[in-house]
T-cell receptor
Framework: RKEVEQDPGPFNVPEGATVAFNCTYSNSASQSFFWYRQDCRKEPKLLMSVYSSGNEDGRFTAQLNRASQYISLLIRDSKLSDSATYLCVVNMLGGNKLVFGAGTILRVKS | EAQVTQNPRYLITVTGKKLTVTCSQNMNHEYMSWYRQDPGLGLRQIYYSMNVEVTDKGDVPEGYKVSRKEKRNFPLILESPSPNQTSLYFC????????????FGPGTRLTVT
């Protein structure tokens, strides 16, 4: 089983739609959680950290469910510019190892 | 401008010919790391370094070497490249380990024939 698993998609949605991605992780001792965005052939960039209480940044909302070991990302009012690959990233407790999911592809169409 | 730079950006080489990919950051970051990205597998950590002269293996270190003689530089060395090392490589740095935001370089696309 992969340490971090994501639905690869692609998710094809119209502009203005709400879309949600889930990510599951296998190590219950995982400590820190992130969503990164990666545009085609470019470097990943931090979208947002994920906090235990959940957090929101504009149209983006991240949730963490430790009991079920999954993280979610909700994007409201999708824009064409949201088209990218979204990477779920987990830091393992006590270590300096980051584990990346393979990514979920989002395509927003007009 | 705060950034992570990598060179070269593109490289085509032949099996067995030693190569080095350089990585440099100008943010005075303690932590640096190397990843490779392959389709369907996501980014996998090769090596990381917590500070000067301190390096540790990641998930896929075989066939790679690193060094951290200066805080700003973290070169990746392939002593004898093989075709299975054809990949997209990213260097990253952060202020404090892997629990905070990672800043990635632009990537190096390596092809080994």
């Amino acid at each position: 089983r992969k340490e971090v698993e994501q639905d690869p998609g692609p998710f094809n949605v119209p502009e203005g739609a709400t879309v949600a991605f889930n990510c599951t992780y296998s190590n219950s001792a995982s400590q820190s959680f992130f969503w990164y965005r990666q545009d085609c052939r470019k470097e990943p960039k931090l979208l947002m950290s994920v906090y235990s209480s959940g957090n929101e940044d504009g149209r983006f909302t991240a949730q963490l469910n430790r009991a079920s070991q999954y993280i979610s990302l909700l994007i409201r009012d999708s824009k064409l510019s949201d088209s990218a690959t979204y990477l779920c990233v987990v830091n393992m407790l006590g270590g300096n190892k980051l584990v990346f999911g393979a990514g979920t592809i989002l395509r927003v169409k007009s | 401008e705060a950034q992570v730079t990598q060179n070269p950006r593109y490289l085509i080489t032949v099996t067995g010919k030693k190569l080095t990919v350089t990585c440099s950051q100008n943010m005075n970051h303690e932590y640096m790391s190397w990843y490779r990205q392959d389709p369907g597998l996501g980014l996998r950590q090769i090596y990381y370094s917590m500070n000067v002269e301190v390096t540790d293996k990641g998930d896929v270190p075989e066939g790679y070497k690193v060094s951290r003689k200066e805080k700003r530089n973290f070169p990746l060395i392939l002593e004898s490249p093989s075709p299975n090392q054809t990949s997209l490589y990213f260097c990253a740095s952060s202020l404090a380990g892997s629990r905070v935001e990672q800043y990635f370089g632009p990537g190096t696309r390596l092809t080994v024939t």
